[in-house]
């Protein structure tokens, strides 16, 4: 079974200062992990993924994350953060050959002026 | 169109009532998932569609949630004898054919069900 924890509900940074959104993953094998942003009464959107190769990857909105293996986390990281940045983020895993994504519950940024 | 749509956006209704929701994905994209997002929770998996196979179900949690897709359209889901658990928002999501594991999904904006 695949799972994924998100352990803080809420995170809450001033405008301009660095932004950590913090995942941990627990699979069967290799993982493929997503992030994806939730805008009020809005869907889903994409925001980056690790397949393979390079443990930094890059995404829309000038977010990063960085894959790590030994400690099982795919943290979700923005150097300045904007106001515009508050909203839902979820992190997501799959493993190879199930089509299924598992949601971690979803943490709260709040980005304040 | 250019994204998910989904059908109706809000729906209220009484227990006991059915209730359909509609969703019709992207052009092209074979695969289509439905998820249930309660209050302040995740993303609960409900059902997969990809293409002509037949569909996991296992994510329905009970018998009064069905859902059908025709081909590689329109989806709907329909919830009989509604309760009051049951309220939550409903979202559908599509993906492409070309990378069935690697690719991402894209979600329609939900519809929102209350159930009084």
């Known amino acids: 079974a695949q799972s994924v924890a998100q352990p803080e509900d809420q995170v809450k940074v001033a405008e301009g200062n660095p932004l950590t959104v913090k995942c941990t993953y627990s699979?069967?094998?290799?993982?493929?992990l997503f992030w994806y942003v939730q805008y009020p009464n809005r869907g889903l959107q994409f925001l980056l993924k690790?397949?393979?190769?390079?443990?930094l990857v890059k995404g829309s909105y000038g977010f990063e994350a960085e894959f790590n293996k030994s400690q099982t986390s795919f943290h979700l990281k923005k150097p300045s953060a904007l106001v515009s940045d508050s909203a839902l983020y979820f992190c997501a895993v799959r493993v190879p050959n199930d089509y299924k994504l598992s949601f971690g519950a979803g943490t709260t940024v709040t980005v304040r002026a | 169109g250019a994204g998910v749509s989904q059908s109706p956006s809000n729906k209220v209704t009484e227990k006991g009532k059915d209730v359909e929701l509609r969703c019709d994905p992207i052009?092209?994209?074979?695969?289509l998932y439905w998820y249930r997002q309660r209050l302040g929770q995740g993303l609960e998996f409900l059902i997969y569609?990809?293409?002509?196979?037949?569909?996991?179900k296992s994510g329905l949690p009970s018998d009064r949630f069905s859902a059908e897709r025709t081909g590689e359209s329109v989806s709907t889901l329909t919830i009989q004898r509604t309760q009051q658990e049951d309220s939550a928002v409903y979202l559908c999501?599509?993906?492409?054919?070309?990378?069935?594991?690697?690719?991402?999904?894209?979600f329609g904006e939900g519809s929102r069900l209350t159930v009084l």
């Open positions: 690790y397949i393979t190769g390079d443990n």
């Open positions: 569609f990809q293409g002509n196979s037949a569909p996991d």
């Open positions: 999501a599509s993906r492409s054919s070309g990378s069935p594991i690697t690719g991402e999904l894209f």
């Open positions: 699979v069967s094998g290799n993982p493929y």
């Open positions: 052009s092209g994209h074979t695969a």
